[in-house]
């Protein structure tokens, strides 16, 4: 067997402190800039968190079971509303995590019926895509005038 | 054992995927931007990619043999020298992780003399910066008016 760079408990707890960290963005946020503000015709923070939320437990549950749920809603939602979710996923992931088959991370899925690749890239996948948009973010915080949680912070 | 998420080949391949992407976001600045232009008083991102080469492969010999290399001059340089750098880091960084000791990302080191961890962490850690300042750029490269190159092409 080869050797280990990282096990699936110390990678779930890497991408919850990364979620944390998130969690700590979306609050930053003003609730009436969540939705409203963007640099350079982008996406709104809001708009992001949501894509976010899309991926993260759907992406856990897909990999256990191979079923791939589609059917989270991204029309806007409040800033607590949206805290409330990311809670809820948080709580789910963690329970879901543990029921990963054994080897399956080196195995190749179609996530969500269209991304195809090894398992350990469509989890490598969701979390990069979550720090990309939350780098985003920081520049929004910035441009608002507000100060963005520190990056290294993950508790 | 516990069971892998990712063996040390497949996190190296996958690390090297995000810096070709970023590679791509370097030369997408013209050249008198990538040291003047930011967005919110933030830095440019020609100092932001001096940061990933300070960090990257000194990172590397660092977890093989526990000498932290901080002399990396962040001066500011031309696109075409900066892109040079970034080769020769990417070449030396292939050259040195297969000598990175068998169960070393399971120990904690302290990086650089001061930021200490689980060696997965640390190495995630500089990815995750990567990541987390070109999130940075992709918005500087729209607020230019530039279409940056997708986010999940990593050939």
Do not use: C
């Amino acid at each position: 067997m080869s050797d280990t760079f990282i096990t699936p408990e110390a990678l779930l707890e890497h991408w919850q402190g990364h979620r944390r960290l998130t969690r700590r963005v979306i609050e930053a946020f003003p609730d009436d800039k969540l939705f409203t503000f963007s640099v350079g015709s982008m996406r709104p923070f809001g708009a992001l968190a949501l894509e976010m939320l899309s991926i993260a437990l759907p992406m856990v549950r897909g990999i256990v079971d191979d079923e791939w749920d589609t059917s989270f809603s991204r029309e806007e939602r409040s800033k607590s509303e949206i805290l409330r979710l990311w809670d809820d996923a948080t709580q789910q992931m963690n329970a879901t995590w543990p029921k990963v088959p054994r080897g399956r991370f080196q195995q190749t899925m179609k996530a969500f019926g269209q991304y195809e690749g090894k398992v350990h890239d469509l989890v490598l996948y969701a979390i990069d895509n979550e720090i990309h948009h939350r780098g985003q973010g920081y520049v929004y915080l910035r441009a608002l005038g507000i100060e963005p949680p520190p990056f290294y912070e993950r508790i």
